[in-house]
């Protein structure tokens, strides 16, 4: 018998029971990383299973982390990985030396962000908590959030950031070898959450609209537990769905085999600083929808907060959940949030960066359509181009001065330009690789950027 099937004790013989008890394994360490596993076909002679049984064990396996393919070599006990560092973003790409114009991080213009000074300054009179089991909303921020949210959300919470909430509602409604669609391209952090959860990322496809409803409707298919979509500038692309694209949406998860047991979580990340108007799939279905709303690229990554509203069911196990770990996002920290969004000089700094965002977007179209270059018409900060390959992109503009962001991480897969069958109906151009560029940081003056991105993508 193989070494590692003499240390398993088999309780069943269906793949979650066989995954059951190698992830057992490789947790205690009976199993050592780097250890190669037996193959499939030793595995099913060995317990009496159809190989294909073994196969979903592996999948499995896979998809929670634990086990790596290495093709012919075999499957192996994944290495530890870097701490305190996903997957995906320890693939993202590294820019040794000081390019001069850094356009990889996906981050907001720090020129363009209100001043926080003056409304720490005021926090100290509504910072006292009286106890513990006081509400873990400050009232008045809660009160100006309802009023502002996109749709009515029966409950309104607030959390440290918009993964923070995007997590919290997945560990509730998802479980391990679930399936969850989500945007590809899309956001690196969701497909490792997503891995974290022992659950499979079903990619979708995304146009200049959002989510695209025929690629939607093919992972529906699946039955997935959960979606996972950002309705405004989507990152990495930039895309803005209208609200005639979330009906339709909404129409084919109602329309789905137990849609209605279908969570939507939407991540509004860019909320604030996005020129396409607000949209929810809340409008239609209501019972199912939470949506997150980021206050990071509009007054700093640093605050650390989100709103996260939806039917109370939802929101009222997320709040309970967070008493058993952080308690509550810190009052004064909600204080200052809610100075920010009510002191009228912060709320025109925010619609200033808003505009000027705007404006980097079209000028920098504008400039490559100068020189040659179709480029889409993003919201928000970030926006993507289709490239041959990536590595020789990315040189290219780092040539030019200009650091970028590899496309390989906003993929479902890891390898670059990485496609799936649920994304079979993407043109070749949205299908295969590309950069992302972070045009919010592209400064008003500097009139070399567009010819110099317009050279590195010819």
């Known amino acids: 018998m193989n070494p590692v099937l003499a240390r398993a004790t088999f309780s069943a013989a269906s793949p979650q029971a066989i995954a059951a008890e190698l992830a057992r394994l490789v947790n205690e360490g009976a199993i050592a990383p780097g250890e190669r596993l037996p193959t499939v076909r030793e595995v099913a002679t060995e317990l009496g299973v159809s190989p294909a049984t073994v196969s979903a064990a592996w999948k499995a396996l896979s998809q929670a982390g634990l086990i790596v393919s290495r093709g012919r070599a075999g499957s192996f006990v994944r290495e530890p990985r870097r701490e305190g560092v996903t997957p995906r973003v320890h693939g993202m790409a590294q820019h040794p030396g000081s390019p001069r114009l850094d356009l990889s991080v996906g981050t907001p213009d720090a020129a363009l962000l209100p001043d ?7 926090v100290s009179a509504r910072a006292h908590t009286g106890s513990y089991h006081d509400s873990p909303v400050l009232p008045e921020l809660g009160a100006l959030l309802a009023e502002q949210w996109p749709s ?11 993964l923070d909430a995007v997590s919290r509602v997945l560990e509730q409604v998802v479980h391990f070898g679930d399936r969850v669609a989500v945007e590809d391209p899309g956001f690196p952090y969701f497909f490792d959450l997503i891995d974290a959860l022992g659950a499979v990322a079903v990619p979708v496809a995304v146009d200049a609209d959002g989510i695209v409803p025929s690629s939607l409707a093919h992972a529906l298919v699946s039955r997935p537990s959960a979606i996972v979509l950002q309705p405004r500038a989507q990152n990495p692309t930039g895309a803005s769905m209208d609200r005639a694209r979330a009906a339709e949406l909404a129409r084919l998860v109602r329309a789905s085999r137990d849609g209605h047991r279908i969570v939507i979580v939407e991540d509004d990340h860019s909320g604030l600083i996005a020129a396409a108007p607000p949209v929810t799939l809340a409008t239609w279905l209501p019972a199912q929808t939470v949506h997150v709303r980021s206050f990071s690229k509009s007054h700093g990554p640093d605050l650390r907060i989100a709103a996260l509203g939806g039917p109370s069911w939802l929101i009222d196990r997320v709040v309970a959940r967070r008493l058993l770990g952080p308690g509550w996002t810190s009052r004064a920290l909600q204080s200052v949030l809610y100075d920010l969004l009510t002191d009228p000089v912060a709320v025109a700094v925010v619609d200033r960066a808003r505009d000027t965002y705007r404006s980097r977007q079209l000028r920098l179209a504008e400039g490559l359509r100068r ?29 030019e001065g200009i650091a970028a ?21 993407v043109s070749a151009a949205a299908s295969g690789p590309f950069v992302r560029l972070t045009v919010g940081l592209i ?16």
């Open 152 to 162: 009515r959300a029966e409950a309104i919470t607030v959390t440290d950031g918009a």
């Open 405 to 425: 962001a590899g496309g390989a991480p906003f993929r479902a897969t890891l390898e670059a330009g990485g496609a799936t069958a649920a994304v079979s109906e």
């Open 371 to 399: 020189h040659g270059i179709q480029a889409p018409l993003a919201d928000g900060v970030n926006i993507t181009f289709p490239v041959a390959e990536e590595r020789p992109a990315l040189v290219h503009l780092a040539a």
């Open 116 to 122: 926080m000074g003056a409304a720490f300054s005021r």
């Open 443 to 458: 400064p008003d003056d500097a009139a070399w950027v567009a010819p110099a991105i317009a050279r590195a993508l010819r």
